[in-house]
């Protein structure tokens, strides 16, 4: 297996290997931003869900008898507030 020197460097021209290796670096800041990027959309899209989650309780309660009638509703009610509120606090 050739070593590192023999991997970049032609005798006397060491222009050709710093190219590559400086094409390398300029690949990884790249390659960073776009993580950055997939992140910071992430968290938008997780706290617009979160909102979105935190509606379905009020909206669900305004429409008269339903769930509101049945004492069983209320886990219902827990499972859906604490979506809502789970998709919030894991944006924070």
């Given at each position: 297996m050739p070593g590192f020197a023999d991997s970049f460097w032609s005798s006397g021209d060491?222009?050709?290997?710093?190219?590559?290796?400086f094409g390398k670096l300029q690949q990884g800041v790249a390659e960073n931003q776009q993580i950055l990027t997939i992140a910071r959309m992430r968290a938008e899209a997780e706290d617009v869900y979160g909102m979105r989650l935190g509606e379905i309780g009020p909206?669900?309660?305004?429409i008269n008898g339903g769930f509101s009638r049945d004492d069983g509703a209320s886990v219902r009610k827990v499972g859906i507030l604490g979506q809502g509120r789970r998709g919030q606090a894991l944006t924070l």
């Open positions: 060491y222009a050709g290997g710093l190219g590559v290796l909206a669900t309660d305004r």
